[in-house]
């Protein structure tokens, strides 16, 4: 019997022939991610519990994202001892403020390989499965463990797989794919267990939509959110300073818990509104609703190619009166390549802010929050009650051309009739 | 130790049991002590003040769902909970659960299976949970070897410890 993508990076990961949904391994980490939210408490414990350094300095990677640059004293201090415990521990890998988001720098910089087993501080690791690298969240006391030994216990989880066919319509986008997901299965359907992306729409997907769409597998329950490792995956590991890798996916008989056919033909943008992820409908159920803010950004989508389509659709033009349009590029790289295409240029003369690389207002921390009453439409993956700011405010997730179209209107709109 | 086979007092929690709710973001800073005194209280004002050492949570599905947080887990230990037999539960709850030592067992039927204040009783190595008040039985999903070895050290973080010998 043929295992899944899961099962196969957990065997090759816990150094057996095979392994079954269901079963319990000790598997060897690969890579290990902090960041600046979790780092210093978690490497303060590792001290605490008497162990003096990690268990491979150039397989463990720390960026400074989330309160960048550092809104309040505190945040600042937090920083400073993470710097110290990064060179006290010699730590090969460390991203400083204003790098970028650590879901982006991560494949941007290499550091994923396909098949590998990769733990970060965040439960939107599952990114990571973009390039079939099995990615997923632990918490501070895991994480303290597995840098102190370089092994970490697992569940071998059952997985559900949808099959994609079919062409996307102009102006609709793989976060339109993922958020239809999220609301036709729910925020549960994948509880516990991994998820494959398969079928020859997702083989046709970049990159970039793959990111997207792995991002956001943790937004229904998953563990894993898993692309086969393909010829784009090769293309985007030479080009990102890596070698290139063989094809890495699940066996041809391997046993799924369930197998889900997805026609993306006639699929429409998608929005999902307040105040849970799979709240989602056709984007003319909210279409029409004034708002006071569009954020462009994120580890969803803050890459070039999500700046490049609010840029068509803004090019020439300006941001309805009243409206704050923030545009908040994923990684320093991603703002070079803005600024050398003229797309932050288009986005700056329709009206746009610029902030720095990095999470910005996605996780309510700072650098454009929300008061009571506002109205805001993003292109990130969580709409939750007070995530990004006050608690009576409202956030709904599209895509980036949804959201720069109802920038531009001034109210949420249908980026099919506008541009 | 985390005994195998575990006996209690029943407080009884509906579905989608958030971590914000077990552990509320205006106190997520705070020391334990503060902490765990608002542990359920925006669903059970009182359960923090009045759980008792040993005392067991029964709960609906999606237990500790919403965004990671050890805390909560960690709250629920503070205040004497010795297990949480749950319908369903978000993964990362579960890891965070073992990785403070609380045992937590997947079991169907079991929300309408108790009320508050019942009699439980709980074998971990065989997922048999037993209605002490009404005597009805259910299968739950028993806890494999490893993840009891973690929970009986009393956490990841013990375990850690006794690997050093520290
Ligand atoms: S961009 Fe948002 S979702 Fe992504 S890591 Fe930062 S805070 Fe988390």
């Given at each position: 019997m043929g295992m899944t993508q899961a099962e196969r990076i957990l065997a090759r990961a816990s150094g057996r022939e095979s392994v079954a949904a269901g079963e319990f391994v000790i598997a060897n980490i690969d890579l290990a991610m902090l960041h600046d939210i979790f780092a210093a408490q978690v490497f303060d414990t590792l001290s605490d519990v008497g162990v003096g350094g990690v268990f491979d300095p150039d397989r463990t990677v720390v960026v400074i994202d989330h309160l960048v640059p550092a809104p309040s004293a505190e945040a600042a201090a937090i920083h400073q001892r993470i710097r110290a415990h990064v060179s006290r521990l010699g730590i090969g890998a460390f991203y400083d403020s204003g790098t970028g988001i650590c879901h982006q720098l991560l494949p941007e910089r290499g550091h994923i390989r396909p098949g590998s087993l990769v733990v970060g501080t965040d439960s939107h690791s599952t990114t990571y499965g973009a390039l079939g690298a099995g990615g997923t969240g632990i918490g501070t006391s895991d994480m303290v463990y597995a840098l102190a030994t370089g092994r970490l216990w697992f569940r071998v989880p059952e997985t559900i797989r949808f099959e994609f066919s079919g062409d996307l319509q102009p102006?609709?986008?793989?976060?339109?794919?993922?958020?239809?997901?999220?609301?036709?299965?729910?925020?549960?359907?994948?509880?516990y267990k991994s998820i494959e992306f398969g079928g020859d729409a997702a083989a046709g997907a970049d990159m970039s939509s793959r990111l997207t769409v792995s991002n956001m597998a943790v937004e229904m329950g998953a563990k894993f959110g898993l692309f086969a490792a393909d010829d784009v995956t090769n293309a985007y590991l030479q080009e990102h300073g890596g070698d290139g890798s063989d094809p890495f996916g699940p066996e041809q008989d391997a046993t799924y818990e369930a197998i889900h056919e997805i026609s993306l033909s006639d699929l429409e943008p998608q929005i999902a509104m307040?105040?849970?992820?799979?709240?989602?409908?056709?984007?003319?159920e909210a279409k029409g609703l004034t708002i006071d803010q569009a954020f462009l950004g994120s580890c969803t989508n803050g890459r070039i190619e999500d700046l490049r389509a609010a840029a068509e659709v803004l090019d020439g033009k300006h941001i309805a009166p009243g409206v704050r349009l923030l545009v908040v590029p994923a990684s320093r790289d991603v703002l070079q390549e803005a600024i050398d295409t003229g797309i932050l240029a288009t986005l700056v003369d329709a009206g746009a802010s610029l902030l720095p690389p990095g999470c910005g207002p996605c996780f309510g921390g700072h650098g454009g929050l929300l008061g009571p009453g506002e109205r805001c439409i993003g292109t990130h993956n969580r709409n939750f009650i007070g995530r990004m700011g006050s608690p009576d405010a409202e956030i709904f997730l599209a895509s980036p051309a949804t959201v720069a179209a109802s920038a531009l209107v001034g109210a949420i709109a249908d980026p099919r009739e506008v541009g | 130790m985390t005994d195998q086979v575990m006996q209690g007092r029943v407080w009884k929690f509906d579905h989608d049991i958030s971590t914000d709710v077990l552990s509320p973001g205006a106190y997520a800073v705070d020391p334990v002590e503060v902490r765990k005194l608002h542990v359920l209280e925006s669903v059970n004002p009182s359960f923090a003040s009045e759980c008792q050492q040993g005392d067991v949570v029964v709960a609906g599905t999606n237990f500790g769902c919403g965004s990671s947080r050890e805390t909560a887990p960690e709250n629920l230990v503070a205040v004497g909970i010795a297990c949480v037999v749950t319908e369903s539960l978000s993964r990362i709850f579960m890891r965070n659960a073992v990785a403070v030592g609380l045992p937590v067992l997947v079991c169907e039927g079991i929300h309408d299976g108790f009320e508050d204040g019942q009699g439980i009783e709980i074998?971990?190595?065989?997922?048999?949970?037993r209605n002490l008040t009404t005597g009805s039985e259910f299968q739950g999903d028993s806890l494999p070897e490893e993840m009891r070895e973690i929970l009986s050290a009393g956490g990841i973080l013990a375990v850690l410890r006794a690997q050093r010998g520290a």
């Open positions: 102006a609709v986008s793989w976060k339109d794919v993922i958020l239809y997901l999220a609301g036709r299965f729910g925020s549960d359907a994948a509880q307040p105040n849970e992820v799979d709240r989602v409908g056709p984007i003319a | 074998d971990l190595a065989t997922g048999r949970v």
